[in-house]
T-cell receptor
Framework: DGGITQSPKYLFRKEGQNVTLSCEQNLNHDAMYWYRQDPGQGLRLIYYSQIVNDFQKGDIAEGYSVSREKKESFPLTVTSAQKNPTAFYLC??????????FGPGTRLTVT | QQQVKQSPQSLIVQKGGISIINCAYENTAFDYFPWYQQFPGKGPALLIAIRPDVSEKKEGRFTISFNKSAKQFSLHIMDSQPGDSATYFCAPGFGNEKLTFGTGTRLTIIP
């Protein structure tokens, strides 16, 4: 998993609560990404950031928020506005223009 | 939008056989064509990738074949081994940044 840490591995929350997923990398990569993976749908891009204090929406940003205050960290908040938050969330990082390296993922279950 | 279509959804191959997975895309602006390998409960890892100026690339037992006019590329795994059992994703994109993942192919290698 190459220097990308996601914690916790499993996360359980009640409906209506916001939850923040952690992603830390020690690869000195400028770019970081958040994906969501659902069964049978592959990975879909939520947000990405190519530089500190800047980030862009991906294909499914509604109901999510991010921050990039440090190069090493890119936390994702799943808000109560996200209609179907239960999923496997994957963080990735890269040198801009180069291969993306993925973390081990966080499986979020909201009931 | 169904920009990327991957087939088959699942594949069973005998040990020592050839595994072939296909990916069709619509966006002719894609300039990066990777295949990712994912084991259960883990993040995906880059297996092999190709740029559009090359029609084939081989790395060990893994080969990408690229057909620009047909807007298709495929992954061939020669001498398939039980350790190759995983889910494979094509993820064409712009540079290495905005990747569009296919829905995945679950490959099982049987003895």
């Amino acid at each position: 998993d190459g220097g990308i840490t996601q914690s916790p591995k499993y996360l359980f929350r009640k409906e209506g609560q916001n939850v923040t997923l952690s992603c830390e990398q020690n690869l000195n990569h400028d770019a970081m990404y958040w994906y969501r993976q659902d069964p049978g749908q592959g990975l879909r891009l939520i947000y990405y950031s190519q530089i500190v204090n800047d980030f862009q929406k991906g294909d499914i940003a509604e109901g999510y928020s991010v921050s990039r205050e440090k190069k090493e960290s890119f936390p994702l908040t799943v808000t109560s506005a996200q209609k179907n938050p239960t999923a496997f969330y994957l963080c990735a990082s890269s040198i801009v223009g180069h291969e993306q390296y993925f973390g081990p993922g966080t499986r979020l279950t909201v009931t | 939008q169904q920009q990327v279509k991957q087939s088959p959804q699942s594949l069973i191959v005998q040990k020592g056989g050839i595994s072939i997975i296909n990916c069709a895309y619509e966006n002719t602006a894609f300039d990066y064509f990777p295949w990712y390998q994912q084991f259960p409960g883990k993040g995906p890892a880059l297996l092999i990738a190709i740029r559009p100026d090359v029609s084939e690339k081989k790395e060990g037992r893994f080969t990408i074949s690229f057909n620009k006019s047909a807007k298709q590329f495929s992954l061939h795994i020669m001498d398939s081994q039980p350790g190759d059992s995983a889910t494979y994703f094509c993820a064409p994109g712009f540079g290495n940044e905005k990747l569009t993942f296919g829905t995945g192919t679950r490959l099982t290698i049987i003895p």
